[in-house]
């Protein structure tokens, strides 16, 4: 197995299993025993046609929310304002949605969404590019600016006819995105979520434009000197992802929620952050392990209602889970130094 291979799965591995024990032990602290309350949590996953079917539906817009922060990451850029994306993704998604109550307005849907909030993560790129603006604070501050936007459209202009909460009408059957499994919530965002992921696959080792942004991740300078142009890359690179992020915002509102609502879906772009480390930025190793925490939410969910632990019980494994999933890109980073210095004093000594 490849060197970098084993390192990822057993880093990984231990991770998660260091996140379920850290759990555990607060689990003894409330009284409950960790071991049965575990064998609700992976027994409780495939019990039915529908549980399986929420798995792939809380997947899909960590699928891309992840995809987003692992694109910029490519280029050695850091997005982490996925989560403001998300919600521009998600206004224009359900202002398209209530204007137009069609099935053929799906399509425009998707497009806009992706359109605008690639603008909006563009943005972010052009302030890096143009005048060297810190990504980190850019895009971290964009989301307290777009969530300011979907507040202020959810108490104006989207609030639902009748005025009493902050949220918009439901949507129209017409423009909901069509279930793939019957009994269940699975919609096709999913598919489209898997066929994305690929294509971002294919676009980042398969053509030019990936290499290009691979090359100006890896050495900026150097890449400026073979003809690239990093700028360029900066802002392209952030649009893609911003875009992608959006897609998660179309795939929940008219996929699931079919409405918008304030304080809407808060933490997922904090999990595409985790969701992309664990994957190691791979598009396809982000659909597993999309897979892998919508597993853990949906059972964890499940092992609540049954054992009768506090919800704020799940909340923390999935934390504790998320930070040594984190921790493991360092420990990973480490290792690689580790080995590339033993390999230079073994070439030295021969």
Do not use: C
Request: net charge positive; hydrophobic share 55%.
């Amino acid at each position: 197995m490849n060197p970098k291979t084993r390192d990822l799965f057993l880093t990984t591995v231990l991770a998660i299993l260091l996140g379920l024990i850290i759990s555990g032990f607060m689990m003894l602290l409330l009284g409950k025993n960790p071991i049965s309350t575990y064998g609700i949590l992976f027994s409780s996953m495939f019990r039915d046609t529908y549980t399986i079917g929420e798995i792939f539906v809380k997947a899909t817009p960590l699928i891309f929310t992840a995809l987003a922060f692992a694109f910029t990451f490519k280029a050695n850029l850091f997005n982490i304002g996925a989560q403001g994306q998300f919600y521009i993704g998600a206004i224009t998604a359900v202002a398209i949605s209530l204007a137009w109550p069609s099935g053929i307005a799906i399509p425009f849907v998707i497009i806009a969404a992706f359109l605008l909030s690639g603008i909006w993560g563009g943005l972010i790129g052009f302030a890096k590019a143009r005048f060297n603006a810190n990504e980190f604070l850019t895009s971290m501050m964009s989301t307290y600016i777009a969530l300011a936007i979907m507040n202020y459209l959810l108490r104006t202009s989207l609030m639902e006819t009748k005025g009493e909460y902050p949220q918009t009408d439901t949507l129209a059957k017409a423009v909901w995105l069509p279930r793939i499994v019957p009994h269940t919530r699975l919609h096709l965002g999913f598919l489209l979520a898997v066929f994305i992921a690929i294509g971002i696959w294919l676009l980042l080792y398969r053509t030019s434009l990936g290499f290009r942004i691979r090359a100006v991740g890896m050495n900026s300078e150097a890449s400026s000197m073979s003809g690239i142009r990093p700028r360029q890359i900066i802002v392209i690179s952030f649009f893609i992802s911003g875009g992608l992020a959006g897609l998660a915002g179309v795939t929940e509102v008219n996929g699931v929620q079919h409405m918008l609502l304030q304080g809407f879906n808060p933490s997922i772009g904090s999990l595409g952050i985790g969701i992309a480390i664990l994957a190691n930025a791979n598009p396809i190793g982000i659909i597993f392990a999309s897979i892998l925490f919508g597993a853990l939410q949906v059972g964890g969910s499940i092992m609540g209602q049954l054992s009768g632990i506090p919800s704020s019980i799940i909340d923390l494994m999935e934390g504790f889970v998320m930070i040594f999933v984190i921790m493991s890109y360092f420990v990973r980073n480490k290792m690689e130094v580790n080995r590339d210095k033993k390999h230079l004093k073994e070439v030295n000594e021969v």
